[in-house]
């Protein structure tokens, strides 16, 4: 089986609301949203599977999981830096990626599979800053508290919205 799918699609456009199309929205959501539910469709057999082989009945990441990697540029109630890009696309999809992340657990909780939409961090990558501003993660920093957050996560977080450092993220 499968103890643990991370489905890390990341594409952005950087257009403000007044700039958006409707070939980058599209593209965006087809990418951050819908490939991820596709992953976790495509890959429920084999987390079925080792859910079913590992013993008791807790849900974790060691037994199955799908970790959808998320953004708090998706959150709602916090706008995570919209004064530095609108990424109206991003934010958009990320937001849909989160709720699929609660359905998913919704849905998947009698299969054994824990879900959760996990946010980085805005990390030092080619796709966290390219501008003026410098992302404060660096991507071994923001690795190293997933980690920690993924080995610590139970039955009471799935369908949650968790940051690289294991605080809820606001919807």
């Known amino acids: 089986g499968l103890n643990l799918l991370i489905n890390n699609a990341g594409a952005a456009q950087p257009n403000t609301l007044d700039k958006e199309t409707l070939e980058s929205m599209v593209q965006i959501y087809t990418t951050n949203t819908v490939g991820a539910m596709l992953m976790g469709q495509a890959f429920l057999p084999l987390l079925?599977?080792?859910a079913q082989g590992s013993p008791g009945s807790a849900l974790s990441c060691s037994k199955a999981a799908i970790i959808n990697m998320s953004?708090?540029?998706g959150s709602i109630e916090e706008l995570y830096i919209w004064n530095y890009g609108q990424v109206v696309s991003y934010r958009c999809s990320k937001a849909a990626l989160n709720m699929l992340s609660k359905c998913q657990s919704l849905?998947?909780?009698?299969h054994?599979?824990?879900c959760i939409a996990l946010h980085p961090g805005w990390v030092q990558t080619d796709m966290g800053g390219g501008g003026s501003i410098k992302?404060?993660?660096t991507v071994d920093a923001s690795v190293q508290g997933m980690m920690k957050v993924l080995s610590s996560i139970s039955e009471k977080e799935t369908g949650t919205f968790l940051n690289w450092e294991g605080k809820v993220v606001p919807w």
């Open 48 to 50: 079925q599977k080792a």
């Open 71 to 73: 953004s708090s540029a």
């Open 107 to 110: 849905a998947y909780r009698e």
């Open 112 to 114: 054994g599979v824990l």
């Open 135 to 137: 992302p404060p993660l």
